[in-house]
Structures are given as structure tokens and as C-alpha cells.
């Protein structure tokens, strides 16, 4: 079998931002374009899909742009990088849909058809009260070309209907297999507005077709689309492509993936503070496996591992717990300095980080004290306002551990005073190595279980951040510095 040159292509309407199953289905077919054991070399495009006017938003186009550099997936050709099949906008490509439009007109492959809407809206409904799948009657489809003419110079509304063989329709999907279809069920499709408003399934055909699309890879929601688009190939008389439907996207409840169960739009992940590395991570598990337990991968691992054929049939299940975890992964793996960049603009934003009043070095120490936590980068603030405040604001009762009485905590908080004042050289170890000591001491002197650390070092770890969860209270004070450690310690004491 010749191998042909591999081509795919990811092909968005620009109607709304770009949801989570639009970026797996740009994944999908980048990795499957970069795979080398399948093609290696092979090309992906991007496409804008802009022909509904009304709909098509220059910003959505930016945003899906942005969103997919943001995660690191590369096209080889598309509007922002020409190539030999460019334009890539469809609007940019009207003359080239007339001139085929034109051809299935002279063919007698489409027909002008002046049904008006309420008259087909009329018989939609009596055909569904009869309990038949709704179709278009055919009513047009044989009008004299006379007739035709006339309409149309009088400038009588009109759409372009291309004919539906009344036959089945077979192809193999590469994830789905034998796939039949009876296309006379379908109805003669609707192709075109009028020959400068051509519409989706005829712009489809034509743009796979001269940009040599080789496996059109996309969501199962267009499955149902591919018969139609099959017999418009065949009217022009193309080859159509090969194709892969990937699994619907679904919410836990296995309904579909939609806004009412949590985000959609990629953006707003963006926004939340998830990486790309863990995001992309995440996608490729949304209906594909390495065959394998193996749930760890990189992009470029990805591209080495990734195979159509292990793309699953069943919906892949949106499991934002997964994707928490592998963003926590993520978050921990990055190089210390990079953190601290990816985490400041939420700092910033929050009003905490004001510029000059903490040193880089300082910064990146809260940040690494905190990023075991951080399942998504926006949490920092949460994590780490206690560092940036001058006061702070929690329960007294916060202070207490296990069955300690105000007079305890309070004792452990002065001891935790003179302990700390004695230190003279301030550093993480140093303030570890006393505070043990002074633990033991400390129940020693107030008959506590012995190897329980908490009575003394709870109430100094509330005392220096006000929270139920923080780093330990010896890397807190490390980064707070011994004056403004004793600081919060008085204030603690205060409150007993
Ligand atoms: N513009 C279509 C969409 O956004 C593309 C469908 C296809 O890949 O054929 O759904």
C-alpha cells in the first residue's frame, strides 16, 4: 500500500471560546501528525471555520490561537503561517466554494429550493406528529430550470440543496470500524445560503479536499455528519479522507460534557492558575491510553507514544480530580525560578505582592514552602497571604491543640519567645533544632505525651499564620525573620 503524505487538520468555529474537547481534538491530531511510528513528518493545520458571519468573532479567533500556543501545540500551516493551501480562514476562500457550488448546480448535483421556513417548519412537525424521522419533502428538487430562472430574478429567497442518494453509505473509522449508514434517511442537504454563503458541510468537503487532508480526525458529535460529507465528495468527485471520531466528552454523571458541571472554555483553566504541561497531560488521557497504567507524559512523550488505534470508542469521563492531581505534579516539578513567575501576576493581582517590598530571594522561598499545596497556581494567595500581611486575623481558638487550656497555649507561646529571642544566627535549621528541643522540654514540664511536638509547635505555627494549614512554623520563621516572628508571637499571646 502507498503511504501517503499524512495531513491533518484542526478546524474551529470561531463562535465562542475553545472548549476542553476542542483542544483534545487539536491534540489528537497534532500528535497523530508528529507520531513517528505512524507519520512522523506529517503536516497539521489549523483552519478557521468563519463562515456563519453572524457568529464568527475576530476575538474567538485570537483566543483559540492563544490558548493553543499556550499549550504547545505547533501548526505547520494555518492563518497565522501561510502554506501552499492557504488561505486557512474560510472566508477567505469564498471564490473558491462559488466555483464549486456552481459545479453541482450545472451537474444538476444541488438545486435551488424556495421553500420558505415556516412552510418546512410545517411539515417538520406533522412529520414528527406521524411519528416519521423529519426530511426534507423533495418539493424543489425537480423545479424546470425556467421556473428556476424566474425565481431568481425576481429575487425570491432561496437556498442551495444539494441531492441525497437515496443509498447506503459505508466507511471505516479508524477508532469506530465499519460504520453504515442509510443516507436516505438524511433528507437533500442544505449546502449554501445562496453561492457567496456557502455553509458548513460543503465548506468542510471542499477545504479537506485542496489542502489534502489525509485522516480527518475530530468528535464523535460529527460522526453522524460523515455521510453527508461522503456523498458531497463523491459528487465532486474527490476521494474523501480517512477518519477518526474521538469519544464525547463526558461529566462524571456520564451525561455530556457540559457549563453546568464546572468549566469548559480552556481559558478559564488558564486563568485558574493549571499548567499546559498538566493539561495537555490530561486531554491525551481523555479517550486515549498507552495501553499501559502509565498516566504520566509529556508533550514530546506523548508524540513518541501515541497511536489512533488505542483511542477508546466509550465517552472518556472529564475527572477534574485527575487533572488536579497531575496539575499538582506539575506544579512541584517546576524549576524554582519559573514558579515564582508563573505565581507573582496572582500575588500581584490579590494586592499582595507590591513591587520592592520583598526580595526575589524571599519570594521564591514562600513560593517553594507552599507549592506542595498548590493544586492550581491562583491557590497561592490563599496559601501564602500571611506572609505579605502586617496583621493577622484568626480564632483564638485556632491556637489550640488537642485538649490544651489557654494558660498552656499561653505558656508555650512564651517559651516559644525565649527559645527564639536566644537565636542569634536566624535559619530554618537552627529554628527546627531549638523548637525540638524546646518541645520536649516543654511537655516534659507539663506532663504531655512526650513524642507529642504539637503543644508546642501548633500554637506557633497559628501564631505565624493564622491558618489551620501552613508550612512548618521553622520555615514560616525563616522567611518572616526573627523581629517579625517574636512580632507575631506577642500578638498571639495577646489574644489569650
Ligand atoms: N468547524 C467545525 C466545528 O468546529 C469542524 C468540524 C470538523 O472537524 O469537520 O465543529
Redesign the pocket.
Known amino acids: 500500500m502507498a503511504t501517503k503524505n499524512i495531513r491533518v487538520?484542526?478546524?474551529?468555529?470561531p463562535?465562542g471560546p475553545l472548549h476542553v474537547g476542542?483542544a483534545r481534538?487539536a491534540l489528537f491530531n497534532y500528535l497523530f501528525a508528529k507520531n513517528p511510528h505512524g507519520a512522523g513528518k506529517g503536516k497539521f493545520i489549523l483552519r478557521i471555520?468563519d463562515t456563519d458571519k453572524e457568529r464568527s468573532e475576530l476575538k474567538w479567533v485570537q483566543e483559540i490561537i492563544n490558548e493553543l500556543k499556550w499549550l504547545g501545540i505547533e501548526w505547520d500551516e494555518g492563518p497565522d503561517i501561510d502554506g501552499a493551501s492557504g488561505p486557512y480562514k474560510q472566508s477567505q476562500r469564498m471564490e473558491i466554494y462559488e466555483k464549486y457550488l456552481k459545479q453541482l448546480l450545472q451537474e444538476d448535483k444541488a438545486y435551488y429550493c424556495f421553500c420558505a421556513q415556516e412552510e418546512l417548519e410545517d411539515k417538520r412537525q406533522e412529520q414528527m406528529a406521524r411519528g416519521v424521522a423529519p426530511k426534507y419533502d423533495g418539493k424543489c428538487s425537480h423545479l424546470s430550470s425556467e421556473l428556476v430562472k424566474k425565481n431568481l430574478a425576481e429575487g425570491k429567497p432561496a437556498v442551495i440543496r444539494f441531492r441525497i442518494a437515496n443509498k447506503k453509505v459505508k466507511f471505516k473509522d479508524l477508532v469506530r470500524g465499519e460504520i453504515e449508514f442509510d443516507a436516505g434517511l438524511l433528507g437533500d442537504v442544505v449546502i449554501a445560503k445562496d453561492l457567496n454563503a456557502p455553509l458548513?458541510h460543503f465548506t468542510?468537503v471542499v477545504d479537506?479536499y485542496l489542502m489534502q487532508i489525509s485522516h480527518?480526525?475530530?468528535?464523535e458529535?460529527?460522526l453522524s455528519?460523515t455521510p453527508r460529507?461522503i456523498l458531497i465528495y463523491r459528487a465532486l468527485g474527490f476521494e474523501h479522507p480517512e477518519y477518526a471520531h474521538l469519544p464525547l466528552l463526558l461529566n462524571p454523571d456520564r451525561s455530556k460534557l457540559s457549563k453546568r458541571h464546572g468549566d469548559v472554555a480552556l481559558a478559564d483553566y488558564h486563568k485558574q492558575g493549571y499548567l499546559p504541561e498538566a493539561i495537555i497531560n490530561f486531554m491525551a488521557l481523555l479517550g486515549w491510553n498507552p495501553g499501559t497504567e502509565r498516566e504520566v507524559f509529556t508533550l514530546s512523550q506523548l508524540v513518541k507514544e501515541f497511536s489512533i488505534e488505542k483511542a477508546q470508542k466509550g465517552g472518556a469521563v472529564f475527572n477534574i480530580k485527575r487533572l488536579d492531581f497531575l496539575n499538582s505534579l506539575y506544579i512541584r516539578e517546576k524549576a524554582p525560578e519559573k514558579l515564582v513567575l508563573l505565581c507573582a501576576p496572582y500575588l500581584k493581582a490579590a494586592g499582595l505582592l507590591v513591587k520592592g517590598q520583598i526580595s526575589d530571594d524571599k519570594l521564591q522561598k514562600i513560593v517553594e514552602v507552599s507549592k506542595q499545596r498548590m493544586k492550581k497556581l491562583s491557590e497561592i494567595v490563599e496559601l501564602t497571604d500571611f506572609f505579605f500581611k502586617d496583621k493577622l486575623n484568626y480564632e483564638k481558638n485556632l491556637l489550640k491543640w488537642d485538649k490544651m487550656k489557654d494558660e498552656d497555649i499561653k505558656g508555650a507561646l512564651l517559651l516559644c519567645d525565649k527559645i527564639l529571642s536566644n537565636i542569634k544566627i536566624w535559619d530554618a535549621k537552627k529554628v527546627e533544632e531549638v523548637l525540638f528541643e524546646g518541645a520536649a522540654e516543654f511537655n516534659k514540664q507539663k506532663g504531655f505525651p512526650e513524642k507529642n511536638r504539637g503543644f508546642l509547635l501548633w500554637p506557633l505555627r497559628v501564631a505565624l499564620s493564622g491558618k489551620e494549614f501552613s508550612p512548618s512554623p521553622f520555615e514560616i520563621a525563616d522567611i518572616l525573620g526573627k523581629e517579625n516572628t517574636l512580632a507575631r508571637i506577642a500578638e498571639a499571646i495577646k489574644k489569650l
Open positions: 487538520r484542526f478546524a474551529p468555529s463562535t476542542g481534538t471555520e458548513y468542510v479537506d480527518v480526525i475530530r468528535g458529535e460529527h455528519n460529507q
